[in-house]
């Protein structure tokens, strides 16, 4: 049972760029006598320059690419997370980044994305743990001492059991709910309640979340009122976990011959990172 996303390759994946760090340079000296003349010569506002000013660095995402995530499923993270001002860097057997101790230093955010046709959560699992330094230990320390994480559909799922069992409750699969709307793991517009507003979002066989507990924010329902999307603490840091696909770009929609709602769902996307990152 497929319980993750498929996509079609769609062209070279675009790498996120690291945060940069600009230097400020300091203006040459002058000599005593220089100092003295100018001080006679004209007042100081008119002498003085302004400290140079530093771009901020954009909060850095490190988001999965690997066998556990599906082809074009880590780049429309990387849209999304793009859009709200983020820097992305990949990290997977293919990249340049690769699990470890130091793998999440200095990052916002560690965002597991959809998986790929056909793969069961278990599968997934296994796939992620066979590779080189990975352990879940990494991203449970990472987000228990104040990181935050973000799972889209497959992504979800792992955030439960089997996964990093980051939530306060655990994933189930919402196709197989009584009264859900989906009952195919197909790709669908399904309907969700999202902040009391009625809106259809991309779909394709994604968790539900039976989640309770202290600080954990609903932020979507589906229509027979199983968690769809929330925002759940762990530690000092918080999770974000969406069954549907807020990310899903206009083309995941025209390729299987859906209405194109995407910049509704980039909009909701858009408030679910905002609420993973502010502070409760």
């Known amino acids: ?25 300091a203006g040459c000296g002058s ?13 100081a506002s008119a002498t003085t320059s302004p400290p140079p000013t530093v771009a901020p660095a954009r909060p850095l995402a490190v988001v999965y690419r690997g066998p556990a995530a599906c082809d074009g499923c880590p780049e429309a993270a990387q849209a999304l ?20 101790p130091t793998a999440l230093a200095g ?10 046709n056909g793969q069961e959560v278990s599968t997934a ?35 439960g059991d089997p ?12 196709i197989k709910t009584a009264g859900a709307t989906v009952t195919d793991d197909k790709d669908h517009l399904t309907d969700v309640t999202w902040r009391g507003h009625r809106q259809p979002m991309y779909f394709q066989d994604g968790p539900y979340f039976d989640v309770n507990g202290p600080g954990t924010d609903v932020l979507a329902r589906y229509t027979n009122d199983r968690i769809a999307a929330v925002v759940a603490p762990y530690g000092t840091g918080r999770v974000a976990v969406s069954g549907p ?10 390729s299987y011959h859906l209405p194109n709602v995407s910049q509704t769902g980039l909009t909701l996307g858009d408030d679910l990172l905002h609420t993973l990152m502010s502070t409760p």
């Open 1 to 25: 049972m497929t319980r993750g996303r498929r996509r079609p390759v769609r062209g070279a994946a675009v790498l996120g760029l690291a945060a940069v760090l600009l230097a400020a340079t």
């Open 31 to 43: 000599s005593p006598r220089a100092e003295d003349d100018r001080s006679q010569d004209a007042p």
């Open 81 to 100: 997370l793009e859009r709200n001002g983020f820097s992305v860097r990949f990290i997977g057997p293919d990249e340049e980044l690769h699990f470890g």
């Open 107 to 116: 990052a916002a955010m560690y965002v597991q994305p959809g998986g790929s």
């Open 125 to 159: 699992w296994k796939l992620l743990q066979r590779e080189s330094g990975f352990r879940p230990e990494l991203i449970r320390d990472y987000v228990r001492g104040g990181g935050r994480y973000l799972g889209l559909c497959m992504g979800g799922y792992l955030a």
């Open 163 to 174: 996964g990093y069992d980051l939530l306060p409750g655990d994933s189930g699969e919402y």
């Open 245 to 254: 696909h807020p990310e899903a770009p206009a083309d995941w929609y025209t």
